[in-house]
T-cell receptor
């Protein structure tokens, strides 16, 4: 049961470098999400994709771009990393149904920008 | 617009004591409600969810939560805390109509003392 798989687990970047966080889900879910988690701030939505071919901004999209490559994969790109982007990033997926929108999370990616 | 408030960023209990984590929501219509748990260095996993079938919802690991419409609350309880319950707990709410994307609270860290 892989569920939601995201890579890399840990990454250290220098200010100004770029990188892409990869995410894939094997649950045939329509929707995928990228969140960041910071101490005392809870989870904040960066971008989401309601279905293949669509992406939308969340609460904190500045400095990020996303690509919904296909139904399984949803990547997050930092074009020019800044120290303020030091965070834990979570990819997630879901399918909205009669019992609401239960979100399934990956294990997280710890990113440090120095 | 929906929102969720978790009272207390930290809750400390002794092993064997009652666990009570508070969650209040605001939503224009009776919402879907969720509790997630995050163990150290892991992603979030679903503990339980309210979908309207029953106001008292039982989840994994002995946790349960009661939906109280009059109080707009969905507090999480467990009769007897175990050391293994030490984790971060997140309450989330999503509307039945409109945006299906859950809004997360800022989290409550449960500390269990021997």
């Amino acid at each position: 049961n892989a569920g939601v798989t995201q890579t890399p687990k840990f990454q250290v970047l220098k200010t100004g470098q770029s990188m892409t966080l990869q995410c894939a889900q094997d649950m045939n879910h329509n929707s995928m999400y990228w969140y960041r988690q910071d101490p005392g701030m809870g989870l904040r939505l960066i971008y989401y994709s309601a279905s293949e071919g669509t992406t939308d901004k969340g609460e904190v999209p500045n400095g990020y771009n996303v690509s919904r490559l296909n139904k399984r994969e949803f990547s997050l790109r930092l074009e020019s990393a800044a120290p303020s982007q030091t965070s834990v990033y979570f990819c997630a997926s879901s399918t909205y149904g009669n019992s609401g929108n239960t979100i399934y999370f990956g294990e997280g990616s710890w990113l440090t920008v120095v | 617009a929906q929102s969720v408030t978790q009272l207390g960023s930290h809750v400390s209990v002794s092993e064997g004591a009652l666990v009570l984590l508070r969650c209040n929501y605001s939503s224009s219509v009776p919402p879907y409600l969720f509790w997630y748990v995050q163990y150290p260095n892991q992603g979030l996993q679903l503990l339980l969810k309210y979908t309207s079938a029953a106001t008292l919802v039982k989840g994994i690991n002995g946790f349960e939560a009661e939906f109280k419409k009059s109080e707009t609350s969905f507090h999480l309880t467990k009769p007897s805390a175990h050391m293994s319950d030490a984790a971060e707990y997140f309450c989330a709410v999503s509307d039945r109509g409109g945006s299906y994307i859950p809004t997360f609270g800022r989290g409550t860290s449960l500390i269990v003392h021997p």
